[in-house]
């Protein structure tokens, strides 16, 4: 799916060495692309029990229906503890894990070579619009721009799976 919102990278994760993605809270225009992404269809239970695994903290029930697109609504104070509710498709509620504050209003910190080859990764296997195209939709994040070219890019693509 693309998101109407682009990711932004700060923090700085133990396991990764770096920024970690996050989605931004307010829409961009509707000529500027939404970051890439996947969605799950998944039960009410089995989302509760991913918010709690992001969170670190004991399952407990979300009411979704509280949550109007567009908006983040705060669960908790982990990094992941925004949500941020989608237009719904198909009369499914499409939700998605964020920061709680809006990630612009922090410092930006670049991911990890090995996180974003991850992200990369990822994206090559459930996107087919081709390395070139991948590069480019990175690099209208600031912090990717500013740490890697579109030909560093496309070496990570090049040398991850397929």
């Not at 979300?62 to 503890?81: A, F, K």
């Not at 996107?127 to 030909?151: C, F, K, T, Y």
């Amino acid at each position: 799916m693309e998101f109407p919102t682009q990711i932004a990278f700060m923090g700085n994760s133990r396991r990764w060495g770096g920024g970690v993605a996050f989605l931004e809270h307010q829409a961009r225009a509707p000529d500027f692309p939404g970051a890439l992404g996947r969605r799950y269809l998944i039960t009410r239970e089995q989302f509760d029990d991913v918010a709690a695994q992001e969170s670190h903290r004991p399952t407990s029930p979300i009411d979704l229906e509280v949550l109007t697109p567009g908006q983040v609504r705060e669960v908790g104070t982990g990094w992941y503890d925004g949500l941020l509710a989608l237009d719904p498709i198909d009369g499914v509620p499409v939700v998605t894990f964020t920061s709680p504050a809006p990630p612009d209003s922090a410092n930006a910190n670049p991911p990890s070579v090995d996180y974003l080859t991850t992200l990369v990764t990822g994206l090559n296997q459930i996107h087919m619009i081709g390395p070139e195209r991948i590069a480019a939709r990175l690099r209208l994040v600031d912090v990717i721009a500013s740490n890697w070219s579109q030909e560093q890019l496309l070496e990570l693509l090049q040398t991850s799976d397929p």
